[in-house]
């Protein structure tokens, strides 16, 4: 069985897929044979059933995956809306435990998986006869720690507290966080993240700056 983690995010186009990408190439660069898994997706581009432009597909491309889009992914659809939305236009309901086998099988294809999640730690997956399955619930399901990624720029305090907290209150354990957009010389996002890990009592395990091509990554937080 695999070694997991869960990336997240303070809401949507943060940048966990650009992130979560170096994270993998990182990691087989570095000799792991470490996957990628994104339980839903939408916004895709496909042909006859094919993805051909998704955030699998940059995924896959980025860390030169020896496997397709296809199968990184248990649910896809086109429009770019909440998976419980895409869903229900598309005609169907999130079945949980295809995402739940689709995980299990990518856990016995690798030694580390990455999970990547849509939008923020509550994006709603169903939502149907009074049901209310967020994605704190899959991540749950999945038993698995999250890092989170986060804008490294204004009014990223609140929306990582706010996240930390959701995710201890709801149990979830917190591996770490990640500034997207960083700027090392900007006097703001320097004392951003100083007070993050203040007020969480976490740490900044990376910083990722617009157009990086790489990621340090600290065995302690990923092996």
């Not at 201890?168 to 100083?194: C, S």
Request: charged letters at 20%; hydrophobic letters at 40%; proline letters at 3%.
């Amino acid at each position: 069985m695999s070694k997991n983690i869960f990336i997240t995010a303070t809401g949507t186009d943060i940048g966990k897929t650009y992130v979560s990408a170096l994270i993998v190439k990182k990691m087989r660069e570095s000799g792991f044979n470490c996957g990628y898994f994104k339980p839903v997706l939408s916004g895709v581009l496909e042909k006859d059933g094919i993805l051909i432009e998704s955030d699998c597909n940059y995924v896959v491309n980025t860390a030169k995956l020896p496997t397709t889009a296809n199968d990184c992914v248990a649910y896809w659809w086109e429009e770019a809306v909440s998976p419980h939305l895409a869903a229900q236009r598309f005609g169907q309901s999130i079945d949980i435990n295809r995402i739940l086998n689709k995980y299990k099988e990518k856990q016995n294809e690798y030694d580390y998986l990455l999970i990547e999640g849509a939008g923020g730690i509550t994006c709603p997956l169903r939502l149907n006869n009074g049901e209310k399955y967020l994605l704190k619930d899959l991540i749950k399901d999945l038993n698995t720690e999250i890092i989170i990624i986060a804008d490294g720029g204004l009014g990223t305090i609140n929306s990582i507290l706010l996240t930390v907290e959701y995710a201890k209150a709801n149990n979830i354990p917190v591996k770490g966080i990640i500034l997207n957009n960083y700027e090392p010389n900007n006097f703001m996002h320097q004392d951003n993240l100083k007070q993050v890990e203040y007020l969480t009592g976490l740490n900044v395990i990376a910083t990722v700056e617009k157009n990086q091509n790489d990621i340090k990554l600290l065995n302690e937080y990923f092996c």
